[in-house]
C-alpha cells in the first residue's frame, strides 16, 4: 500500500478536547486503494474529533462530487 500518511488522523499527543481536520479528496486518495472507478473526484471531508479520557469521537462531513461513466451508457456523469 502506498503511502497514507497524508490522511492519517494522530491519537498520541493530542490533548483532551475537540480538534478539527479538514482533508481534500482527490483520484489519488482513491489510489492508494487500487480503487479507480472514479473519472474524477473532488471531495471536502471535515472530521470533529473528541477525546475523552477513555473515549474517542469523530463526526465526519463531506461534501463534492465524483464523476463515474454510465454503465449503460457509458456517458460521464457527476
Known sequence: M???????IPFIGLKLGKHHFEYQISNAFFEI???NEYQDSNI?????KKK???LLEL??????VVN???DLTS???D
Do not use: A, I, M
Not at 471536502?44 to 470533529?48: A, D, L, T
Not at 463526526?59 to 463534492?64: A, D, I, M, Q, Y
Open 44 to 48: 471536502k471531508v471535515n472530521v470533529e
Open 59 to 64: 463526526s465526519f462531513k463531506h461534501k463534492g
Open 75 to 77: 456517458e460521464d456523469f
Open 2 to 8: 502506498k503511502n497514507t500518511k497524508e490522511y492519517l
Open 52 to 54: 475523552k479520557s477513555t
Open 33 to 35: 486503494f487500487d480503487y
Open 68 to 70: 463515474v461513466p454510465c
